[in-house]
């Protein structure tokens, strides 16, 4: 019987930068080499970004069918967009809800769209708005690979190529983001959990399943946040390594209660959603309307669990009311 190879316990863990054409800007993937090679993302599926990736590659003298295990940190396009170039040569490993964004599922597609047109109008989003989002959703696609997802990642999945490893779901920024953890020392592949010079969105998303309730993205990630503070050094997906995880993790979570209070003092009158995005972001929601109404929405969702605001249908708009005495 073939013997299964895995990583060592100290396997190292390198860096190749790649290109993106979003205002991010480069996206970092990782590989960990030692016995077995395991590449931890992609970049987008773009020629540059290709080029990069197999440059780094073969830097290293490895090819696309050298690489053992494929793990993907969630579902964005500048992290997953290449990991058809491994199908049929590799594992490709993930979050459970991977899957349809992976194989680029039309009925995922048909499933958020059906959500976010009466949701957002709801939140008194305008039609043309409304287009704008829908569209550029619908771009953001073009930048991903179809491809197959062999096996699920969970916190209760242990992951036999990688001994020493922990898996942590980190939703938050994306529902089906996960981090890995090398207990040994402390050492977090964070994908887009945690960011040295910027702090990440937590855009809102559709629920899971037509009827379930929308997650609350930025409590999520508040919970997610508080799991990683007590590592040591982090290796995130764009930008420098982290290397004091807990200061900057509780930086992040007081700027976020910081901006709530800006909201609520921005909440004058009841308004919608997207009226206090308007008043907050100005010609901003213009350029940027998808990220700018989470932002809003997900301070929102805070200042609401707070107990500092109320949310009630005024007609076919929901409103939201500053309990502030």
């Known amino acids: 019987m073939k013997r299964m190879r895995t990583a060592s316990r100290t396997s190292q863990v390198e860096r190749i930068i790649i290109p993106t054409p979003f205002l991010v800007g480069d996206v970092n993937v990782y590989l960990i080499s030692g016995d077995v090679n395991i590449l931890i993302d992609t970049g987008p599926d773009t020629p540059e970004a290709k080029q990069a990736l197999l440059q780094g590659l073969r830097g290293r003298g490895l090819e696309t069918e050298d690489i053992d295990l494929l793990i993907l940190t969630h579902h964005h396009p500048d992290h997953i967009g290449l990991a058809g170039m491994f199908t049929g040569k590799t594992k490709t490993a993930g979050h459970p809800l991977l899957k349809p964004w992976l194989e680029k599922n039309e009925g995922l597609y048909e499933h958020i769209e059906a959500f976010f047109r009466p949701f957002f109008k709801r939140h008194g989003m305008d039609e043309e708005v409304i287009e704008q989002i829908v569209r550029q959703q619908e771009r953001y696609r073009e930048f991903v690979q179809p491809a197959e997802m062999t096996d699920e990642l969970e916190e209760t999945v242990q992951t036999p190529m990688l001994p020493g490893w922990t898996i942590i779901e980190t939703p938050g920024h994306a529902s089906t983001h996960i981090s890995l953890l090398r207990e040994e020392d402390g050492l977090l592949v964070a994908g887009d959990h945690v960011i040295k010079h910027?702090?990440?969105?937590?855009?809102?998303?559709?629920?899971?399943?037509?009827?379930?309730?929308?997650?609350?993205?930025?409590?999520?990630?508040?919970?997610?946040?508080?799991?990683?503070?007590?590592?040591?050094?982090?290796?995130?997906?764009?930008?420098?390594?982290?290397?004091?995880?807990?200061?900057?993790?509780?930086?992040?979570?007081?700027?976020?209660?910081?901006?709530?209070?800006?909201?609520?003092?921005?909440?004058?009158?009841?308004?919608?959603?997207?009226?206090?995005?308007?008043?907050?972001?100005?010609?901003?929601?213009?350029?940027?309307?998808?990220?700018?109404?989470?932002?809003?929405?997900?301070?929102?969702?805070?200042?609401?669990?707070?107990?500092?605001?109320?949310?009630?249908?005024?007609?076919?708009?929901?409103?939201?009311e500053s309990l502030q005495l």
């Open 198 to 320: 910027i702090s990440s969105n937590a855009i809102i998303e559709a629920p899971a399943s037509a009827g379930a309730e929308r997650p609350k993205t930025l409590l999520d990630y508040r919970q997610s946040l508080k799991k990683c503070a007590g590592t040591a050094l982090i290796f995130s997906g764009h930008g420098d390594m982290i290397t004091n995880p807990r200061t900057l993790i509780e930086k992040r979570l007081t700027a976020q209660l910081q901006k709530a209070d800006m909201f609520l003092s921005k909440l004058e009158q009841p308004m919608t959603v997207a009226e206090l995005t308007k008043t907050v972001y100005g010609t901003m929601f213009k350029k940027q309307p998808d990220l700018t109404f989470s932002e809003t929405l997900g301070h929102l969702d805070l200042l609401a669990q707070q107990g500092r605001v109320s949310v009630w249908i005024d007609g076919n708009k929901a409103v939201y």
